[in-house]
């Protein structure tokens, strides 16, 4: 019955207020409750604590038939106007939280909830700690970053791509092409920080500084950017559920030129598969024109070609389905051939929001969770981020290149390495 207000009062922040029908904090021994006339906030025994980079529930109780809007402030900042208070902090300290709720009929009750905030016991890392899922799509990479050996089951492959981009490793891992991804975990929850960017994404990418294209209106070189999705576990169980993950909108989701709801199934090239040599004057690269047939929802297919530079199997060797699925946004294709004979492709940067896109070392690869959407495409405010998943965003070859494909070499918590 306590719930019932949560979803009327805040309507803008439904899906917050949703996602946050936990019951781990009402299940702690409370041993006083403040305010009343109305609206009262029940206080654990020892009184609210959290350690840093945590978020704390903290959840009124209406005791009168009204519904309420609530206002969460610290000092003159107001911090949210959630029926349910998120609260995280960066750093430790006592923070006290104002807590103003107005009903239709003008009650007002204010109730001051003081927080103290701990520095954690074992230090937190900026870096990812976890792989739950590493799952390329087929590619030119695949099986040798991170490398397959026989026998390797899906939990070696994640361990493997863990070795290679967790705890600050800066090793590399390839997403293969459209749709292929990996999701990574962390020890603490990346705090949203208002107005700042909040974490980054690691990747190979260059700009070219040989660009035959002397007007090129951007920066480009080889960028292959990757879609980043944030998940936070809003119901404090330890995985991404799949209503908790949402998208980072970039520049091109802004300008309205992603297809959403897009999708792609790879097929295993047949064991009998016998390659498909293209005349030698025309594709001189490729070994196999036919090797990887795809198809997607919007009535393209096609075949990823197995190239000369790069002999092994493109289809991740753990994976038994003889299909595999992945779904997504797409983004445009962003790579133009600049020479005119086929020679030189240029990959453009697109300006934000995207992994393996900007520099590593250039504020355009940083990402600012405010940027979150629902799967409506609705701004969604988080308090943070416990899981982030990078997928491969566009589905282009690029002649004797290949297939463009993501690569991820890490994510840093910008707040924590300051
Ligand atoms: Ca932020
Ligand atoms: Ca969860
Ligand atoms: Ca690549
Ligand atoms: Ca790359």
């Not at 293969?176 to 705090?191: A, L, N, P, R, S």
Request: some cysteine.
């Amino acid at each position: 019955m306590k719930k019932i207000f949560i979803p009327i009062v805040l309507a803008s922040l439904a899906v917050l207020a949703s996602c946050s029908d936990d019951e781990e904090g009402g299940q702690k021994q409370t041993s006083s409750s403040l305010g009343g006339n109305g609206v009262v906030v029940d206080v654990p025994d020892g009184g609210f604590t959290t350690p840093r980079c945590r978020v704390l529930d903290i959840k009124p109780r209406v005791t009168d038939s009204t519904t309420y809007d609530f206002t969460w402030s610290i000092g003159d900042s107001i911090i949210s106007r959630a029926g349910i208070l998120q609260f995280i902090s960066l750093d430790a300290g006592d923070y006290d939280v104002t807590m103003q709720a107005v009903n239709d009929d003008g009650n007002t009750v204010v109730i001051d909830v003081p927080i103290s905030v701990k520095r954690e016991t074992t230090e937190y890392t900026p870096y990812i700690t976890s792989v739950l899922d590493y799952m390329p799509a087929p590619g030119q990479f695949v099986n040798e970053l991170p490398e397959y050996t026989e026998g390797d089951t899906q939990e070696d492959m994640n361990r493997k791509a863990l070795e290679s981009i967790g705890n600050n490793a800066k090793g590399m891992i390839t997403l293969g092409m459209y749709g292929g991804y990996v999701i990574c975990g962390f020890d603490h929850t990346i705090v949203n920080v208002p107005g700042e960017r909040d974490f980054k994404v690691l990747g190979n990418a260059f700009y070219a500084d040989a660009n035959p294209n002397p007007d090129a209106p951007v920066e480009g070189g080889s960028c292959e950017p990757g879609i980043v999705m944030v998940a936070y576990d809003s119901n404090h169980n330890g995985v991404p559920d799949d209503d908790e993950w949402c998208e980072i909108a970039g520049s091109e989701h802004r300008n309205g030129t992603v297809i959403t709801g897009y999708e792609i199934t790879y097929s295993k090239p047949y064991p009998d598969h016998e390659a498909v040599t293209p005349p030698e004057d025309e594709q001189f690269w490729n070994v196999d024109a036919e090797y990887v047939p795809w198809v997607d929802n919007q009535g393209n297919d096609g075949f990823l070609p197995k190239n000369v530079y790069h002999r092994q199997d493109y289809y991740p060797l753990w994976v038994e389905s003889e299909e595999l699925t992945l779904t997504g946004s797409l983004l445009p294709s962003n790579a133009v051939e600049e020479s005119g004979t086929g020679g030189y492709w240029v990959l453009y940067a697109f300006d934000w929001g995207y992994a393996d896109n900007g520099l590593n070392n250039d504020e355009t690869s940083d990402i600012d969770i405010d940027w979150a959407v629902d799967a409506d495409g609705n701004n969604i405010s988080l308090p943070g981020v416990d899981f982030i998943k990078i997928y491969t965003g566009v589905n282009q070859h690029c002649g004797w290149l290949g297939e463009t494909s993501t690569e991820v070499m890490g994510i840093n918590d910008l707040h924590l390495l300051k």
